[in-house]
Nanobody, 121 residues
Framework: QVQLVESGGGSVQAGGSLRLSCDANRWIYCIGWFRQAPGKEREGVAVHVSDGTTKYVDSVKGRFTISKDNAKNTVYLQMNNLKPEDSAMYYC??????????????????WGQGTQVTVSS
């Protein structure tokens, strides 16, 4: 059983920054951040593999950075130069089923409760 607790969401103006945190109760091979805006499908934002490999959706490349503190089993998402289209509920998720670590939400079997990010123009 994996427990995930997200924090760090909030409201900022466009161009601002936020850092999301996700605390896991154990070591994780593949962990990622996903988001879902009202009326839209959930999409993968960034994933982190235990070997240090990271993947990002094109729309956040150069602005978002995913990192992991292995000592704490905590994964972070540093979000810079935020845009209104980044507004969504952000979820931390873990894949414990396979060694695939992609941006596909269906591959992830444990999810946090989410933290809201709102970016105003």
């Amino acid at each position: 059983q994996v427990q995930l607790v997200e924090s760090g969401g909030g409201s900022v103006q466009a161009g601002g920054s936020l850092r999301l945190s996700c605390d896991a109760n154990r070591w994780i091979y593949c962990i990622g951040w996903f988001r879902q805006a009202p009326g839209k499908e959930r999409e993968g934002v960034a994933v982190h593999v235990s070997d240090g490999t990271t993947k990002y959706v094109d729309s956040v490349k150069g602005r978002f950075t995913i990192s992991k503190d292995n000592a704490k089993n905590t994964v972070y998402l540093q979000m810079n130069n935020l845009k209104p289209e980044d507004s969504a509920m952000y979820y931390c998720a873990v894949n414990t089923i396979s060694f695939r670590c992609n941006l596909t939400p269906d591959e992830y079997n444990y999810w946090g409760q989410g933290t809201q990010v709102t970016v105003s123009s």
